[in-house]
């Protein structure tokens, strides 16, 4: 069944438009080949960044589950962070009348107004942002409760006292200081002995990082601990560490897990990974689309419900080769 809220909202959004728009958006996106029909579900996502192999492996995650259960599935992505692009996306997304929608920006607001109406017409809407206050049918993200893994991990630091440092990417991304800064104030309190240097920032540029971890390294000699809250942290701190010979001395936690710090973990450079699960996010999105629209064949208004949260998982030199630990590693293609 093609729902009415479908057709309603493609016809509004073309009136809007109109083609010359379309024509000129981003390229349309790769639908699964699952047994589509007529009667099919569609489902549009906007995913931006897809270089960073995080939002990489969430398309691949959605492509795969919606490939599954023979759902449409049309990504409209950018490989970049810019928010024109994204629009423009979303844009052309809106466009196809799609059942439901994954929509995803790094400025949480900016598809406000149009989640609102989108909600309003019966198309629900599913986000790893998610405006404020919360107008998506579901919010899906990484699980913040990190601090647990501190007691696991403050073991992998030497004894004695020293100094440790968090490398925070950029402050104030809300996504990213949830997920890691409980880990980071869990790690404090487990090593009371270790003198907390100020918060690092490179604007996730590896080669900043690179720079700043050297520095920090020659001015704290007792330095026994970085905390790294990204992949380009964890990817230029295991490069100074390399070039310091310290290897060993200086313990890295890292975020993520992208290929340069999957290799530095497999090396010893990095002494744990705090994954998170992009690719079960990605699936997720789907089943939550499929599920409210399966359950509510006739339309109408949706409503918020909340949000869903994957939780993450510490990788190791001893557990990064288990098969069952494959989907924890981020992809740079599907």
């Known amino acids: 069944m093609i729902h009415t ?9 073309a009136a809007l438009a109109g083609a010359a728009l379309l024509a000129s958006c981003a390229p349309a996106g790769d639908g699964g080949d ?3 029909t007529a009667d099919a579900i569609t489902i549009a996502a906007v995913y931006p960044n897809l270089s960073d192999p995080f939002w990489q492996t969430i398309s ?18 950018s490989n970049n962070t810019d928010t024109n692009t994204v629009a423009s996306n979303f844009q052309s997304a809106s466009l196809i009348g799609a ?4 929509v995803n920006s790094f400025n949480a607001n900016q598809f406000l107004a149009q989640t609102q109406q989108l909600m309003a017409d019966g198309v629900p809407v599913v986000s790893g942002s998610g405006t404020d206050p919360q107008t998506e049918y579901k919010v899906i993200f990484s699980d913040g409760e990190t601090g647990g893994f501190a007691d696991e991990l403050a073991s992998l630091v030497p004894e004695g006292a020293g100094s440790m440092v968090y490398l925070g990417g950029a402050p104030g991304i809300p996504p990213l200081e949830k997920r890691t800064l409980p ?21 996730f540029d590896i080669n900043k990082t690179t720079q700043n971890v050297s520095s920090l390294i020659i001015a704290n000699p007792d330095l026994k601990l970085i905390i790294a809250a990204s992949g380009p942290d964890g990817v230029g701190a295991a490069a100074a560490i390399d070039q310091a010979g ?5 313990t890295l936690i890292a975020f993520d897990a992208i290929p340069p710090e999957v290799d530095a973990l497999r090396s010893g450079t990095i002494s744990a990974l705090i994954a998170q699960d992009p690719y079960q996010i990605g699936a997720s999105s789907i089943d ?9 064949p006739d339309g109408g208004a949706v409503e918020p419900d909340g949000v869903e949260t994957i939780p993450s998982f510490v990788l190791t030199a001893d557990n990064i ?3 069952a630990n494959e989907k924890y590693l981020y992809k740079t293609e599907c």
């Open 321 to 323: 080769d288990d098969p």
């Open 288 to 296: 939550a689309l499929v599920d409210y629209l399966e359950a509510h």
């Open 60 to 77: 691949c995650g959605a492509a795969a589950r919606a490939d599954e259960l023979g759902v449409d599935f049309q990504q409209f992505n």
């Open 183 to 203: 880990f980071f104030e869990a790690m404090q309190a487990a090593r009371p002995d270790l003198t907390v240097l100020p918060n690092d920032y490179s604007g």
């Open 99 to 102: 059942d439901g929608m994954i």
């Open 246 to 250: 310290k290897s060993g001395e200086i």
């Open 34 to 36: 699952g047994g589509e």
């Open 5 to 13: 809220s479908r057709r309603a909202v493609a016809a509004t959004l």
